[in-house]
């Protein structure tokens, strides 16, 4: 528990620096998706082809969703079934909170070993319709949001385990 008193407070720091960044990072993704459609009408009416419009701002978008799933999972705003949780005693409901969030790590390293597989197989093997662009780059986003996830849920499983009160947190959502 000592251990866990130590980590706490510096995964929490990084997370909130990681949150920050995000803060920053996502809002000019939408941005830049909000570019790339505008760039795909005017290119439309005008009959430019441009056959990287499309495929941008898919890879863009798919950005902005792993980028996001890590602030939902540090919000508490994800979805999630109660019921079956809140009918335990409070100790009990602890334990089975944290086994939920371990299995959620577990499954994100597995994500993050997959995505990585995954994403190194195709920037040598896929390209796009943009010239000299990997869809590697591009999938990056599955193992790199997937491993903030995981950091996300590494950090909330210590909260709870350094202060029970942040069972009614989760209730909450907070």
Known sequence: MKIVLVI??????AVSLMTRVLDVIIPSLVLLLFTIAMVGVVSRELRIA????EEL???TLAWIAMLGLPLTQKARTHLRVVSFVQRLSPPTQRKAIIASEIATVVGMVFLVGT??????????ISTTSMPGLSVGYFYSAFPIGAA????Y????????LVSPETVT??????
């Open 153 to 160: 849920t590494l950090d909330f499983i210590l909260r709870l």
């Open 57 to 59: 701002a898919i890879f």
């Open 8 to 13: 706490q407070p510096k995964l929490s720091k």
């Open 50 to 53: 441009t056959p990287w419009v």
């Open 169 to 174: 947190k989760w209730f909450k959502g907070e």
């Open 148 to 151: 903030l996830m995981g950091i």
């Open 115 to 124: 995505g990585i597989v995954f994403v190194r197989e195709s920037f040598d």
